[in-house]
Structure formats: C-alpha cells, structure tokens
C-alpha cells in the first residue's frame, strides 16, 4: 500500500510511504532543516523496518554519526509520521 | 573575520544558486576568503527548500505561464516568490559562528535586524530562523554547513504579493484557501508598510551593522568562481535536480 502523511511540527513533515508488513521505501519532504544532507540514508535506513522507538533510535544515531543537524522534527516525529501512514 | 563583500547585483534564480554554491565550494577548497553578498532577483522565481517535494509546493503550470522560473535550493526550509526583496547570503567558516545552529541563525539575522531597527523599523528575531516586525514575517533565513563551511541565505522583503505568491504555490487545503491566503496576510509585512526606503539605504544599514563587527572589502568573484558558477547554472536549471523530491 502506498500512504502520504502530513504532520506540522515546528517545521512541516511528509512521508510518502510504500509498505506491506514492512516499509517497503519511504520519501521524507517538508521544510525542515538537515545538515549536512543525510536524507537519502535516513530514507534508507526506514526501509524493511516497522515503525517503532527501535527505528527512531537508528535514526537519532545515524544523524549523530553523520553529524548532522536536524531542526524542525525529530526522529520520532519521522516515526510518529510513519506509523500514522502504515497504520 | 575579514568578509569580501560583492556589491548588489542583480540575477537570475539558477545564477543566484550557483553562485552561492561556488563560493560555498571555493571557501572550503580555501580558495576564496569568507564572503557577503547581497543580490536581487531577475526574473522573479520561486526557490523551494531542499527537502520539499515540488509537486506538493509549486504549481509548475502557473508558474510556466508566468514565467516564473523555479528550481530548488541547496539549503531547507520552505518555498519563497523572489520578487522585491534584498538577499544575502554570508558564506564563511562555520568555527566563526556558534556551532549551534539556531544560535548561528540568531547572530547572523542580528546584522539584518539591527540594521532595520537603525532605519527605525523595529524588527525583531523569532526562531528558528525569521525575522518579526510588528509580529510579522519580513525576513526568512535558510543555512546549510558542508565541510566545515556555513552558508546562510535569507530574504528581506521590500514588498510582497501573498495573492500572486498564493496563485503560484500549492495551499496545504484547496477547500480552505481563501482563509489561508488571509490569514498569511496578517502574517507578512514587507519594509514598504514601515516607510519609505531607497535600495541604497537599506543596504548601506545591513553593511554598517555587519562591519560593526567583521571588516569588509569589496571584491570580485574570482575567473574559477564565474567558471564554476556557470556549470552549477545548469544544475539549477535541470528537471534531474529541480524534480529531485
């Protein structure tokens, strides 16, 4: 099934989502702040995963390890969009 | 800091981006020194932020029909009409700045605010990254940091148009539109409403607060900085980056 969610935080969050038991792939939009660009690899890391705190966590360490910035959502904004599309 | 200042100008929105970009690239090769600039918009253009999907911000037909260009920006943040507005963009070594960012965003609309507030417009900043006059929008900032290197960009609007700026970008509800597009209205405000102010003027304050507290020299973009522009130029301009999200 394909699902697009909307969620305004600070800043406005979109997911487009593909999943079946599982989020199949999934494009994160809206007019938050992330920097250095790791988009693609948050992207990445949502697919095969069910949206859960497990999953934010990944999130939250992936952008420490990329030492990226995230302003307007949070991890679990992502998540809490997520689980909202795949429910 | 030393900042090499590149006089007003006036460009298209693919050359704005890829000038921007190429100074961004040139100051992290350590080619070119820190740099300010400050531009204007010609043709009028629509830039979205990076993460935004264009087909939920933008009504590409309307803006065809307008001739409104369009293309996306390296840095987020929301859609913007560049129309009557000053630019700046400030691309410098991100350890001149704090490495927090909203706190970055904060000294660096500092320089606008303060230079508004000395033309007696008493402006304000609001997180994360907009400037407040009388609790309105006047000015919207949007950075990104690669390689060790900031660069921030931000408007100041001289005069807007929320009708036309509504007739070319997607309202979140078609049902609700006519609300919405009044309810943005109470929230902008260009320098226009606050009185009457020359160009010159306006960027005569923004470079006397700023070299409050950095020097500035006037400069030129370097022949490798033009070279580099203009291939980004076509960046901007394709449907691979445009159409991107």
């Known amino acids: 099934m394909r699902r697009s969610i909307v969620l305004k935080k600070e800043k406005l969050l979109r997911v487009d989502v593909d999943y079946d038991s599982v989020i199949r792939s999934v494009r994160i939009t809206g007019d938050f702040f992330l920097s250095p660009n790791c988009i693609v690899e948050l992207e990445a890391a949502c697919t095969g995963a069910v949206p859960n705190t497990a999953l934010g966590e990944k999130l939250n360490r992936l952008i420490i390890q990329k030492s990226a910035t995230l302003i307007g959502i949070t991890p679990a904004d992502i998540v809490e969009a997520l689980r909202m599309a795949t429910q | ?245």
Not at chain 2, 50 to 56: M, V
Not at chain 2, 127 to 154: C, F, M, W, Y
Request: charge should be negative; include cysteine.
């Open chain 2, 1 to 245: 800091m030393n900042l090499r200042y590149i006089p007003y100008e006036q460009h298209s929105a693919f050359q704005n981006m890829a000038i921007d970009e190429s100074v961004l690239e040139h100051v992290q090769q350590g080619k070119s020194p820190p740099t300010l600039r400050l531009y204007g918009w010609k043709p009028a253009a629509i830039t979205i932020g990076f993460y935004q999907g264009i087909r939920y911000e933008v009504d590409l037909e309307k803006c065809k029909e307008q001739n409104i260009d369009v293309t996306r920006r390296i840095t987020g943040g929301g859609a913007v009409l560049h129309e009557h507005e000053i630019t700046y963009s400030l691309i410098a070594p991100q350890d001149q700045f704090p490495k927090d960012v909203i706190q970055s965003y904060e000294v660096i609309c500092q320089y606008v605010v303060k230079a508004l507030q000395s033309l007696g417009v008493q402006a304000r900043f609001h997180p994360i990254n907009d400037i407040l006059v009388d609790e309105k929008k006047i000015s919207g900032s949007a950075q990104t940091r690669e390689k060790g290197v900031l660069l921030q960009h931000g408007t100041l609007l001289l005069d807007v148009d929320v009708d036309k700026m509504f007739s070319l970008l997607i309202v979140p509800d078609e049902k609700i539109k006519d609300k919405f597009i009044q309810s943005v209205k109470k929230r902008v405000v260009s320098l226009k409403e606050h009185g009457t102010f020359t160009r010159e003027q306006i960027i005569k304050a923004i470079l006397s607060e700023i070299q409050v507290h950095h020097e500035i020299t006037p400069g030129e973009f370097s022949d490798e900085e033009r070279t580099r522009a203009h291939e980004l130029d076509k960046k901007y301009r394709s449907e691979e980056w445009v159409m991107q999200r």
